[in-house]
């Protein structure tokens, strides 16, 4: 693998050179480097330390100019304004520093300098419920940072911190119990992930309806559910093993549901809230001698100064109930315990709804008031909310939340649709697979596209257009460049730095050398957005390359010929690892 230095990075350090040599007295001054639209690159550095040192930036400006160094890498500087830097690249420069990207596996993107280890909880479906469109954000984003951080070098370390535990359990399990057979209906399964999840699903859904009718009805039932409870929670051998059969029914509903949406989900990384009860007790001792956590009416209170409540008095994060329970906040601090602890994170992100801000605020505070958590280690990735085309939470016609299954269904139909409607050569078999590949990109993307603290609203008819920001332009940018290198006629992507660019050959060339960059913030920010957004740039400027640069056509010379070549090919490469990393699929064909 080789890094390959941007030529922003170069041309940064060539300018902070000689805006050193010129002024000693100012150190090592930035020169405040970024794109232009009057140059390839503009510095404004000058401005702000003239100022400072009361000199003159545009005699300044002449200095740095007059210490830049002749060479291959620049091939113009215009000192323009009060003092800018107007920055022209070679165009050999651009076509070597593309060629030395094209000849690395990884196209030149580093590793992080220093990697650590993140635990990344995201995906947090509940036993024995079926996910929603509010698990879409949670699932997708989290998908894509794991991608994204692993790409840099980090150690991620997937958890899905499910919710396997609870009161509702008592009545699930006393109603097997009493009905054994209630689960066993293997002729409801139709084959593969996808049917045995969608059968496994429906023998929960009439589990629990058939268990909350008698719940509802029975007080005698109702009585030994509640007993079943104690009874689970203490260890009955008899109330886990059916306890354990529900839990993995749900998660064989699961993997159906992430198989539709091609993510990869590994039982091991399935933690729920249940791998912690046995620490639950150790959490409640330590904060209570440690007085992290009094006791209020009876309860085990962690208090805010700043968190209050409607009445104006303090609102506390309660981390066991009066009757001896347990909430989430205690099962988050035992998870928080076993990641910095035993998993040895370095970094904690939570990716979870925004409307849970305050908890998490409260959950880390209390766990560096204890010392478990290192100061700046926990950081919660909140999402906003999946919104229909009114504008509110995104619902069915009869109100109830909408089955994610049901959802992703819904964009592959409508893909399959717009690929059949394009497609020339594909097989009714491979129009199904690039309708699912086209379709639930679509989703992905309309996500990941988006600000994470962002509403955004779930629109199929604008996410499977092939015009404007959406993923299907990008797939079908991807399968143009394919095609064109398949139409090649035996000419070779050959990268010719003694050529001259035209203006769109330039500006796809200087956008595809941000690349590495571009990943690097995305990696320190958690913005798969920004991404998205290059990817977006990508494909448009390539679209104007395509209309103004004829590739493979007769009168176009061998050598300009190979060096578009050497472009599309690029281009596809950037296109495709940079979906990768937002988890769609490039189809080679469209």
């Given at each position: 693998?080789?890094?390959?230095?941007?030529?922003?990075?170069?041309?940064?350090?060539?300018?902070?050179?000689?805006?050193?040599?010129?002024?000693?007295?100012?150190?090592?001054?930035?020169?405040?480097?970024?794109?232009?639209?009057?140059?390839?690159?503009?510095?404004?550095?000058?401005?702000?330390?003239?100022?400072?040192?009361?000199?003159?930036?545009?005699?300044?400006?002449?200095?740095?100019?007059?210490?830049?160094?002749?060479?291959?890498?620049?091939?113009?500087?215009?000192?323009?304004?009060?003092?800018?830097?107007?920055?022209?690249?070679?165009?050999?420069?651009?076509?070597?520093?593309?060629?030395?990207?094209?000849?690395?596996?990884?196209?030149?993107?580093?590793?992080?300098?220093?990697?650590?280890?993140?635990?990344?909880?995201?995906?947090?479906?509940?036993?024995?419920?079926?996910?929603?469109?509010?698990?879409?954000?949670?699932?997708?984003?989290?998908?894509?940072?794991?991608?994204?951080?692993?790409?840099?070098?980090?150690?991620?370390?997937?958890?899905?911190?499910?919710?396997?535990?609870?009161?509702?359990?008592?009545?699930?399990?006393?109603?097997?119990?009493?009905?054994?057979?209630?689960?066993?209906?293997?002729?409801?399964?139709?084959?593969?992930?996808?049917?045995?999840?969608?059968?496994?699903?429906?023998?929960?859904?009439?589990?629990?309806?058939?268990?909350?009718?008698?719940?509802?009805?029975?007080?005698?039932?109702?009585?030994?559910?509640?007993?079943?409870?104690?009874?689970?929670?203490?260890?009955?051998?008899?109330?886990?093993?059916?306890?354990?059969?529900?839990?993995?029914?749900?998660?064989?509903?699961?993997?159906?549901?992430?198989?539709k949406l091609d993510v990869e989900i590994r039982d091991a990384d399935i933690v729920g809230e249940s791998a912690y009860n046995d620490d639950l007790m150790n959490v409640v001792k330590e904060l209570e001698e440690s007085g992290v956590a009094v006791r209020s009416d009876g309860a085990l209170c962690v208090f805010f100064d700043d968190v209050k409540g409607p009445d104006g008095n303090p609102t506390p994060l309660i981390v066991q109930k009066s009757n001896g329970g347990f909430g989430y906040a205690a099962t988050d601090l035992a998870a928080i315990r076993d990641r910095v602890g035993k998993l040895g994170a370095d970094t904690l992100l939570y990716v979870v709804d925004a409307r849970q801000a305050l908890h998490f605020r409260m959950v880390f505070e209390t766990a560096r008031r204890a010392g478990w958590?290192?100061?700046?280690?926990?950081?919660?990735?909140?999402?906003?909310?999946?919104?229909?085309?009114?504008?509110?939470?995104?619902?069915?016609?009869?109100?109830?939340?909408?089955?994610?299954?049901?959802?992703?269904?819904?964009?592959?139909?409508?893909?399959?649709?717009?690929?059949?409607?394009?497609?020339?050569?594909?097989?009714?078999?491979?129009?199904?697979?690039?309708?699912?590949?086209?379709?639930?990109?679509?989703?992905?993307?309309?996500?990941?596209?988006?600000?994470?603290?962002?509403?955004?609203?779930?629109?199929?008819?604008?996410?499977?257009?092939?015009?404007?920001?959406?993923?299907?332009?990008?797939?079908?940018?991807?399968?143009?460049?394919?095609?064109?290198?398949?139409?090649?006629?035996?000419?070779?992507?050959?990268?010719?730095?003694?050529?001259?660019?035209?203006?769109?050959?330039?500006?796809?060339?200087?956008?595809?050398?941000?690349?590495?960059?571009?990943?690097?913030?995305?990696?320190?920010?958690?913005?798969?957005?920004?991404?998205?957004?290059?990817?977006?740039?990508?494909?448009?400027?390539?679209?104007?390359?395509?209309?103004?640069?004829?590739?493979?056509?007769?009168?176009?010379?061998?050598?300009?010929?190979?060096?578009?070549?050497?472009?599309?090919?690029?281009?596809?490469?950037?296109?495709?690892?940079?979906?990768?990393?937002?988890?769609?699929?490039?189809?080679?064909?469209?």
């Amino acid at each position: 693998m080789a890094s390959v230095p941007s030529l922003a990075a170069t041309v940064h350090q060539r300018v902070a050179d000689a805006l050193s040599a010129a002024l000693p007295e100012a150190g090592a001054a930035d020169p405040l480097l970024r794109r232009s639209d009057r140059a390839d690159f503009q510095a404004n550095g000058m401005l702000a330390l003239a100022k400072k040192l009361k000199g003159n930036p545009r005699e300044l400006a002449a200095k740095v100019v007059e210490g830049l160094p002749a060479g291959e890498l620049i091939a113009g500087v215009e000192v323009s304004g009060p003092g800018f830097l107007n920055i022209t690249i070679a165009d050999s420069a651009i076509t070597n520093t593309l060629a030395a990207r094209a000849a690395d596996d990884r196209l030149g993107v580093p590793y992080a300098p220093d990697p650590g280890t993140t635990v990344i909880d995201y995906s947090q479906p509940n036993v024995a419920k079926e996910m929603h469109v509010g698990h879409l954000r949670s699932t997708v984003i989290g998908d894509a940072i794991v991608k994204i951080l692993e790409h840099q070098g980090e150690t991620v370390i997937r958890r899905h911190h499910i919710g396997d535990w609870g009161t509702q359990f008592g009545m699930l399990i006393q109603y097997l119990i009493e009905h054994p057979a209630e689960l066993d209906h293997a002729s409801d399964s139709a084959g593969g992930a996808e049917g045995e999840g969608e059968a496994a699903m429906a023998r929960l859904n009439r589990l629990y309806k058939a268990s909350r009718a008698v719940f509802d009805s029975d007080e005698e039932f109702k009585a030994r559910a509640r007993d079943r409870v104690v009874a689970l929670q203490s260890g009955d051998a008899e109330s886990l093993a059916l306890w354990h059969k529900i839990v993995d029914e749900s998660k064989i509903y699961f993997q159906g549901v992430y198989e539709k949406l091609d993510v990869e989900i590994r039982d091991a990384d399935i933690v729920g809230e249940s791998a912690y009860n046995d620490d639950l007790m150790n959490v409640v001792k330590e904060l209570e001698e440690s007085g992290v956590a009094v006791r209020s009416d009876g309860a085990l209170c962690v208090f805010f100064d700043d968190v209050k409540g409607p009445d104006g008095n303090p609102t506390p994060l309660i981390v066991q109930k009066s009757n001896g329970g347990f909430g989430y906040a205690a099962t988050d601090l035992a998870a928080i315990r076993d990641r910095v602890g035993k998993l040895g994170a370095d970094t904690l992100l939570y990716v979870v709804d925004a409307r849970q801000a305050l908890h998490f605020r409260m959950v880390f505070e209390t766990a560096r008031r204890a010392g478990w958590l290192p100061e700046d280690t926990a950081r919660q990735l909140p999402f906003g909310t999946v919104l229909g085309k009114d504008g509110k939470p995104f619902k069915t016609r009869e109100g109830e939340t909408v089955r994610l299954v049901d959802l992703l269904d819904e964009a592959i139909d409508r893909a399959s649709a717009v690929v059949r409607e394009k497609a020339q050569d594909l097989t009714e078999e491979e129009i199904a697979e690039r309708g699912a590949q086209v379709g639930i990109g679509a989703v992905k993307y309309a996500d990941l596209s988006t600000s994470l603290t962002r509403d955004y609203v779930f629109d199929l008819d604008r996410m499977v257009s092939l015009n404007g920001d959406t993923s299907v332009y990008l797939q079908y940018a991807y399968a143009r460049i394919q095609s064109i290198l398949r139409k090649a006629d035996g000419k070779q992507p050959v990268p010719h730095p003694e050529l001259p660019l035209a203006p769109a050959e330039r500006a796809l060339g200087l956008h595809l050398d941000d690349f590495a960059e571009i990943l690097a913030s995305v990696a320190e920010t958690y913005e798969p957005h920004k991404l998205a957004a290059y990817l977006y740039q990508l494909a448009s400027l390539y679209t104007t390359f395509y209309d103004q640069c004829p590739v493979i056509k007769a009168e176009v010379p061998a050598d300009v010929a190979e060096n578009r070549l050497f472009l599309c090919e690029l281009t596809g490469r950037t296109l495709r690892q940079g979906m990768a990393l937002l988890g769609i699929r490039t189809p080679e064909r469209l």
